[in-house]
């Protein structure tokens, strides 16, 4: 296992200044406008237009009651099911006592199961309702599915385990079966319940342990208790009206039926020759599985509300040499390049070489000193404005017919939505049996028995797929189906009742030892995998130091998780403007942006800030701003 020496670089940590509002601002006098390729003004008032054809709709609707929440015993629960187990999975209920309980089986908590196991805990149990390791990679086995940020960051201990990705971009397979490695080589096999769901945790002071309860009746009493339930983990459908009177087949993307489409993760959807097949939603998701659609069905339509961004990818095979010369602790510095780059921070040399690190560095990256916050804010518009423009001119380069091109431009700043990066979708919609159904902003009309409805026309189809993404800013109860009691009884979604309060990120008041793995108030980087196994180092530091020293239970003290719920919102405020000036999304809590989406935000400050932070916590030894019981 490498050492806790992944951050530490001789480049300046204090990150960049958080994201301002930057559209409305004047341009400053150091730029000549009339020397730009584009003109500003115009683009303005495109992006502005743009977001608020979307936002009509979604002030008339309200946010998150576009989408079609799905319930275990509601109508679209089938959309929940596991296609890759057999159903009516039994076995003897377990009554177990350990150190820690890690609730997932996905990346995050392997990370953190292996740091602990490092330490010397050796306790652990994990349940997930999978009925395997992969968590995001067990469920989403769609055709394309790959990593979108580089393997080599993206798959974490990869030097622990001995592997070496054989792409630049990992597909699902290589993915999943990573996750199988990590389970193999940590034991974690042993440990892990699948196909087992956790409905509650309850705190019992007196014992100073939690007791889980499962729905095959297991009771795990633990000492601390781990949540890793990902990021992006419940699947959310849309609100379309008749959803449920189509007769053809219709799943969402991370549920996918092979059993009716054929092929697999690498494609050759062969029983789709002689299908008509809609996809609704055009995010990363469907980014990555349009073209396989394409090659396949007799006809695709894709109904796409909002374009999203398509940089190039550049996959490639991993260079045999390259992966030789690699010396111990490279997939960590790697990681901290990477980090620092997509923060702003310079470094002297691009180790990824990516979209990300094409694009993140012009637009976060450090101004000139003498210039004033609205100057560099309008620099940084001026430079999102470019790299935009350079992805709506692929658009024109590669789609043949011109009005298709125009309807795949998308119209606002870098990040409002999470920028995509392939070599094949735009490509794909050159085929004559490929239709865009684009809606200018509009959410679809409806679904009938045959069909879906947009822009006042039917369009008959076998097979309808949802790409419409999870749940994102919903009460924690709901989105890991099962809910925690704290101290007193007190549930998290009583605690959270106006969004999340935490020190850090990872722990909350009233929920002693119970520790978090998740972005909100903690960091936000476009790999996730990386800032969970910073969180890790801190997770591990913390139960180890209470271990030892037999500190009964640690939680944070009102006025240190008060301080950092104001820390957050401070710092989230300039990244709330921004964000207000972006089109809808689950950036900006579908078009909401107001203070409960400050809560639920991450640590404005940047990444490496952060991590920086949790290190000089760590380093000080005395767990300021915790209260410990002994
Ligand atoms: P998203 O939430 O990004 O996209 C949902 C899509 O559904 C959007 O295009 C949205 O349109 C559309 N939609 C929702 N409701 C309606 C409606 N009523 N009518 C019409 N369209 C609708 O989900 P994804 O699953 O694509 O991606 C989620 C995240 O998962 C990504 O941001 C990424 O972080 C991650 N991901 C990572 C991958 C990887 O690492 N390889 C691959 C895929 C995803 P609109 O934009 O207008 O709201």
């Not at 683009?43 to 002030?59: A, F, G, P, T």
């Not at 560099?376 to 430079?383: G, K």
């Amino acid at each position: 296992m490498a050492a806790d020496t992944t951050v530490p670089s001789t480049t300046d940590l204090m990150g960049p200044k958080p994201v301002e509002a930057y559209l409305d601002s004047k341009i400053p006098k150091v730029v000549q406008p009339s020397k730009l390729p584009f003109d500003p003004e115009a683009l303005k008032c495109r992006y502005i237009e743009e977001r608020d054809k979307r936002s009509h709709e979604v002030k008339a609707r309200g946010g998150l009651n576009q989408f079609q929440l799905i319930e275990t015993d509601g109508p679209f629960a089938k959309y929940l099911r596991d296609p890759w187990v057999e159903p009516g999975f039994t076995r003897d209920a377990l009554s177990d006592e350990v150190d820690v309980f890690i609730l997932g089986g996905g990346y995050s908590a392997q990370i953190v199961a292996a740091r602990l196991l490092d330490k010397g805990v050796t306790n652990l149990r994990l349940v997930d309702k999978a009925g395997g390791f992969g968590g995001t990679w067990y469920w989403n086995r769609f055709p394309g599915a790959q990593c979108d940020v580089e393997s080599y960051i993206y798959m974490p201990l990869l030097e622990e385990t001995n592997y070496m990705p054989t792409e630049k971009y990992a597909g699902a397979k290589e993915l999943l079966a990573h996750s199988e490695r990590i389970g193999h080589h940590y034991g974690l096999y042993e440990k892990t319940l699948f196909q087992t769901e956790v409905e509650s945790m309850h705190w019992d002071d007196a014992t100073s342990s939690w007791t889980v309860k499962t729905n095959l009746g297991d009771k795990i009493r633990a000492k601390f208790v781990i949540p890793c339930a990902g990021p992006l983990h419940r699947p959310k459908l849309p609100g379309i009206p008749g959803m449920e009177r189509f007769k053809g087949r219709a799943f969402h993307s991370s549920r996918w039926d092979y059993g009716y489409t054929g092929g697999d993760s690498a494609g050759n959807l062969h029983k789709l020759v002689d299908k008509r097949v809609g996809i609704i939603g055009t995010g990363a998701t469907a980014v990555q599985i349009v073209p396989h659609l394409g090659r396949w069905a007799k006809e695709l339509y894709v109904f796409q509300r909002t374009p999203s961004s398509i940089g190039v990818r550049g996959n490639k095979p991993t260079d045999s040499a390259w992966a030789a010369s690699l010396t111990p602790g490279w997939q960590g510095r790697r990681n901290v390049n990477f980090n620092n780059l997509c923060n702003g921070i310079r470094e002297s040399e691009d180790m990824v070489s990516d979209g990300w690190t094409d694009i993140l560095p012009d637009v976060f990256g450090q101004m000139d000193p003498k210039l004033s916050p609205a100057e560099a804010a309008a620099l940084r518009q001026l430079v999102d404005y470019e790299k935009m423009e350079a992805v709506r001119a692929r658009c024109d380069e590669v789609v043949r017919d011109k009005a298709t091109a125009e309807s795949l431009k998308p119209w606002y700043n870098v990040m409002c939505k999470r920028p995509c990066f392939h070599d094949e979708y735009l490509q794909t919609f050159n085929r004559p049996n490929v239709h865009l159904v684009d809606t200018g902003g509009k959410s679809l009309e409806g679904v009938d028995e045959t069909g879906v409805l947009a822009n006042g026309r039917h369009y008959p189809v076998d097979l309808i797929i949802y790409a419409t993404g999870f749940e994102h800013s919903t009460s924690f109860a709901h989105r890991s189906n099962m809910e925690l009691y704290g101290r007193g009884g007190l549930t998290l979604t009583e605690a959270w009742r106006h969004g999340p309060r935490t020190m850090h990120g990872y722990t909350t008041r009233h929920f002693p030892n119970c520790f978090f793995i998740h972005n909100i108030q903690a960091t936000l980087t476009p790999n996730f995998l990386y800032a969970a196994s910073e969180t890790a180092w801190q997770l591990g530091y913390v139960i180890e130091t209470c271990l030892e020293q037999g500190i009964k239970s640690v939680e944070p003290t009102a006025q240190a998780e008060e301080n950092w719920v104001q820390t957050i919102l401070q710092l989230a405020e300039p990244r709330l403007k921004f964000l207000a000036e972006c089109t809808p999304g689950y950036y900006n809590n579908e078009g909401a942006a107001d203070l409960a989406a400050a809560r639920e935000s991450g640590y404005g400050g940047g990444a490496p800030a952060f991590m920086k932070l949790l290190r000089e916590w760590r380093a000080k030894g005395d767990m300021e701003g915790m209260d410990r019981r002994t």
